[in-house]
């Protein structure tokens, strides 16, 4: 309803509604759960991969490497290896006073 081929978002307007509505709610409290295992990284995958096909309004069997390409979207295990990093570099700036640790 968003979008189709004759009328609705943009792909740049889809990639950013993906980026600023769906993806954090997926990749919620990762930090927590993410240790590097790729089971746990399937069932996110297989919201991005729908989700990248809407965006750049594919057939089903274009390969999805290069669909992260040409939306410009990293795989997710890449992006929640660099939010851990992240968050640990944002960890270690703390101060030991700090309640967190």
Known sequence: MLA???Q???????????????????SYTLVVWWTGKKRHAQTISKVQ??????ICTTFCTT???ALEIEASI?????FLDS?????????????????IL
């Open 74 to 78: 990293p795989p997710i295990p890449l």
């Open 49 to 54: 991969n729908r989700a990248i096909r809407f």
């Open 83 to 99: 939010a851990n990093k992240r968050t640990a570099i944002r960890f270690n700036k703390l101060s030991t006073n700090n309640l």
């Open 8 to 26: 609705g978002l943009s792909h740049y307007h889809l990639r950013q509604l993906y980026q600023t509505c769906i993806f954090p709610v997926i």
């Open 4 to 6: 189709n081929t004759i």
């Open 63 to 65: 390969p999805i490497h």
